[in-house]
């Protein structure tokens, strides 16, 4: 168990709906980031959150948000949703500002099915 | 753009037998590398991280990896393969993101 924890576990949704996603870190960690794992585009990173502020974007799609809240933990908000959409949705957290030589720890993942 | 490559879609192993997972990176400066595994329908969990000093790093669950330099690589090792590291392997180096190799699913044979 790495302490972070998300929710739901299982989502399944219609196209065009919209799903919120919840992760809460690690106790101590300022640092969220989130990640989708699909066959075929694999692990990519998508959006890094520090004490509330955005750090960093990837590959993260405009019907994509986030956000930090005060409490440290964050939502991933997809809408729009498109069959495409359907993978696993990881958050990691680590204790600082995202430095290279930070340790992210990783959730247990949301898995999300567009029908 | 920081990269890593594991070359190794699908390794298959026997029970008992050694293990060993290829990890190239691309990277400009000292890499910080990173394993992590994926066991079905689990997240990720970290094996082993290389920040700098010795090239040999040791994990949990009796993994080891080796830092090359000279060839660009960070290969994982297990001497003594149990059914239970059945998983997929990640290799990731961190350039303020993580990025992830395409993955090693490692299935193990009785």
């Known amino acids: 168990d790495s302490g972070v924890t998300q929710t739901p576990k299982h989502l399944i949704t219609a196209t065009g709906q919209r799903v919120t996603l919840r992760c809460s870190p690690r106790?101590?960690?300022?640092?969220v980031y989130w990640y989708q794992q699909s066959l075929d585009q694999g692990l990519q990173f998508l959006i890094h959150?520090?004490?509330?502020?955005?750090?960093a974007k990837g590959n993260i799609l405009e019907r994509f948000s986030a956000q930090q809240f005060p409490d440290l933990h964050s939502e991933l908000n997809l809408s729009s949703l498109e069959l495409g959409d359907s993978a696993l949705y990881f958050c990691?957290?680590?204790?600082?500002?995202?430095?290279?030589?930070?340790?992210?720890?990783f959730g247990p993942g949301t898995r999300l099915l567009v029908l | 753009a920081q990269s890593v490559t594991q070359p190794d879609i699908h390794i298959t192993v026997s029970e008992g037998a050694s293990l060993e997972l290829r990890c190239n990176y691309s990277y400009g400066a000292t890499p910080y590398l990173f394993w992590y595994v994926q066991s079905p329908g689990q997240g990720l969990q970290l094996l082993l991280k290389y920040f700098s000093g010795d090239t040999l790093v040791q994990g949990i669950k009796g993994f080891e990896a080796e830092f090359k330099r000279s060839q660009s690589s960070f290969n994982l090792r297990k001497p003594s393969v149990h059914w239970s590291d059945a998983a997929e392997y990640f290799c990731a180096v961190n350039d303020y993101k993580l990025s992830f190799g395409a993955g090693t699913t490692v299935t193990v044979r009785a």
């Open positions: 990691a957290s680590s204790v600082g500002t995202g430095g290279t030589e930070e340790t992210q720890y």
């Open positions: 959150y520090y004490n509330g502020e955005e750090r």
């Open positions: 106790s101590g960690d300022l640092s």
